[in-house]
């Protein structure tokens, strides 16, 4: 079992920075590949951006692609996504997930509870 907990939401004004933090216990975080994810109200939960265990290949949904930036530090068991120019439609509750194996962009065992992201324009 592995316990995630989000932190680093808030509100900013458009094309401010964020960045949050998805910090794990539980496990060897090393082994698991974690994927971020977020939604928005009235909206399906979507992918954001996912890190690989081994490789620490990386993989972003094309509406983030070079404005986000997903990184890990396994000494600490923190995964972060740094958030730069963000926009209005960026708002949402941002999920981490994590699972064994390679990145998804869909199926994860274990979730995180959620942090609020808020961009005003």
């Known amino acids: 079992q592995v316990q995630l907990v989000e932190s680093g939401g808030g509100l900013v004004q458009a094309g401010d920075s964020l960045r949050l933090s998805c910090a794990a216990s539980g496990h060897t975080f090393s082994n698991y590949s974690v994927g971020w994810f977020r939604q928005a109200p009235g909206k399906e939960r979507e992918f954001v951006a996912a890190i690989s265990w081994r490789t620490n290949g990386t993989y972003y949904a094309d509406s983030v692609e070079g404005r986000f930036t997903v990184s890990r530090d396994n000494a600490k068991n923190t995964v972060y996504l740094q958030m730069n120019s963000l926009k209005p439609e960026d708002t949402a509750v941002y999920y981490c997930?994590?699972?064994?194996?390679?990145?998804?962009?869909?199926?994860?065992?274990?979730w995180g509870q959620g942090t609020q992201v808020t961009v005003s324009s």
């Open positions: 997930a994590a699972r064994l194996g390679l990145a998804s962009m869909r199926s994860y065992d274990f």
